[in-house]
């Protein structure tokens, strides 16, 4: 750019100093011509008007500068004719005077003279102009084309160029200025780079780093705008698809798998998976991400999970590697789009830190609130839950006009598994029990331990009385064949059952408890392992005794 300026000026000025050195040469060439034109047309009028010609004539011979002058006379000169230093004017159609000047040839030669020493000035001028823009210019020229670098390179995340002028006008004034603002740019700059890497420790660089800031800011913006949303869900299954939703649109993953690993319990589900994956990993501790607590990375350490058996590569996060839960984000991906998960994976790695601690609080809450209704022993739910969910459960059944089977169970001799082989044999009991009634219930059913080895059964939108029936002999029968080992002896126990029918029975739920309740009292009663449905009569006996 400087030197495109400075050859400009320099046309400007040459262009111009040329065009008016010719301008004057030509307009003092003219005026002198017009000059002696207008002396020798003088002359020609004194001659012209005067009285005496003779005496005229010698008048004029004997001027300074008029080396000759006669009559002559030539029919064809109409205009003035000059030759030279000789001009011949007319005056009538028959005579013309002839004048010869002196001085007319040096004259010629002067006017060149002067021409030349013009052009000789106009040269100096446009060299000396030229030589004093230069100088003038020039650190301005200077100035703007290192501002113009500086930009660049601060476009790109470089504030070290600073301006430097020799100028000690206002210009000094602006270059400290710029630099001083470059100077705190840059520690602004290193500050949002600092807390970025703590937020994203990873974080991708790019050639423009003032994009990539702003880029990264934006990105961080969402994550917790992502944070606070996610805080107010009223479960995890609404924060795992805001997760999900993220990943696949955001993010644009292909094929990943979201594993929930409940550290307590040992246990592993997949709560979302999208296209095949490399592993299905059934127990926590083949998972080698859940088991370092640290990402695991294909590309850079290729077959590093024994447990993948794909040809794709995979990266496994680990996140919320605290307390009671523990998540593994999959991600499978081919070759081709390598480059755009490098590029993504630490903004979803930032994601799911800062959402990990709300879905382990979450986890945690529903724990203590899972703790809270369910019996530690048997893993079924507790009074607690009951007692929380069957009025509800009462007023859906009289409404979609279904029933209710309630099976109220005991464990036969029950106190002489506890006395023969201890209270830790008598566990084993209640545990195989509940397996059994888990095996042979729907999903719709529960079974609630009611209190030490009794159980109860809820089996809801049932149609016809025998289905009820059905189940709770299918309970009693695989119960009775179950082998159940304690203390290195294998053992077999038996059940009773008491069936009650709600609302057929009483259109008191509670009721239809108590009434299951006389229905197993009579089942022990009449020798044990049976099944007896609840009728009127047992509520007699129960009023007389």
Not at 498 to 516: L, N, Q, R
Request: hydrophobic share 40%.
């Amino acid at each position: 750019m400087k030197k495109r300026i400075l050859i400009w000026i320099f046309l400007v000025i040459t262009v111009g100093g040329v065009f008016f050195t010719a301008f004057t040469a030509y307009r003092f060439s003219n005026i002198t011509e017009l000059a002696i034109k207008h002396s020798a047309e003088t002359i020609r009028n004194i001659y012209l008007y005067s009285t005496n010609k003779d005496e005229a004539l010698n008048v004029i011979r004997d001027m300074p500068n008029i080396e000759d002058v006669k009559i002559i006379r030539n029919k064809n000169i109409h205009t003035i004719y000059q030759n030279l230093n000789t001009f011949i004017l007319p005056i009538n159609s028959d005579e013309s005077i002839f004048i010869q000047f002196k001085f007319l040839k040096e004259f010629e030669n002067q006017k060149y003279q002067v021409i030349l020493e013009t052009i000789i000035i106009n040269i100096l001028f446009i060299v000396i102009s030229n030589l004093l823009i230069n100088w003038l210019v020039t650190p301005y020229l200077n100035f703007f084309e290192d501002l113009k670098r500086s930009i660049q390179q601060a476009k790109n995340g470089n504030f070290n160029r600073k301006l430097h002028t020799k100028l000690k006008n206002e210009m000094k004034d602006v270059i400290d200025t710029y630099n001083s603002f470059l100077d705190q740019l840059d520690k602004n700059f290193n500050l949002i780079t600092k807390n970025l890497q703590i937020l994203i420790p990873k974080i991708p660089r790019k050639k423009d780093k003032l994009v990539s800031v702003q880029e990264n800011m934006e990105m961080l913006a969402n994550i917790n705008k992502f944070k606070k949303i996610i805080e107010d869900d009223a479960n995890i299954g609404e924060i795992y698809n805001r997760l999900i939703d993220i990943l696949e649109h955001k993010f644009k993953l292909n094929s990943f798998k979201i594993y929930a690993i409940l550290n307590q319990k040992k246990e592993i589900k997949v709560v979302y998976q999208k296209n095949a994956n490399c592993c299905e990993i059934k127990i926590p501790a083949l998972c080698r991400a859940y088991r370092t607590g640290k990402e695991i990375n294909s590309i850079k350490f290729p077959h590093i999970c024994s447990e993948c058996m794909g040809n794709n590569n995979y990266i496994c996060i680990p996140f919320s590697t605290g307390g009671t839960f523990t998540g593994v984000l999959n991600i499978n991906f081919t070759e081709e789009e390598e480059e755009h998960i490098k590029s993504i994976i630490p903004y979803i790695e930032a994601y799911l830190n800062e959402s990990s601690s709300i879905i382990e609080a979450k986890y945690t809450l529903n724990l203590m609130k899972q703790n809270s209704v369910t019996d530690q022993l048997t893993g079924l739910y507790n009074r607690r839950y009951l007692e929380e969910i069957i009025n509800k459960i009462a007023a859906t059944t009289i409404r979609s006009d279904s029933l209710i089977g309630i099976l109220l169970i005991d464990i036969d001799y029950f106190k002489q598994v506890n006395d023969t082989f201890g209270h830790d044999a008598g566990d084993e009991v209640l545990k195989e029990l509940s397996k059994v009634l888990i095996t042979n219930l729907r999903d719709s059913d529960f079974a609630i331990r009611f209190g030490g080895e009794e159980f109860l059964v809820i089996l809801q939108n049932i149609k016809k009385e025998e289905d009820i029936l059905k189940v709770a002999e299918k309970i009693r029968k695989t119960f009775e064949i179950t082998k159940i080992v304690v203390s290195a002896k294998t053992i077999k126990k038996t059940i009773s059952i008491g069936v009650s029918i709600f609302p057929k029975d009483t259109k008191k739920i509670w009721e239809a408890i108590k009434y299951a309740d006389l229905a197993l009292y009579e089942a022990k009663r009449n020798g044990r392992n049976k099944i007896v449905k609840f009728n009127s009569k047992l509520l007699e006996n129960a009023d007389n005794s």
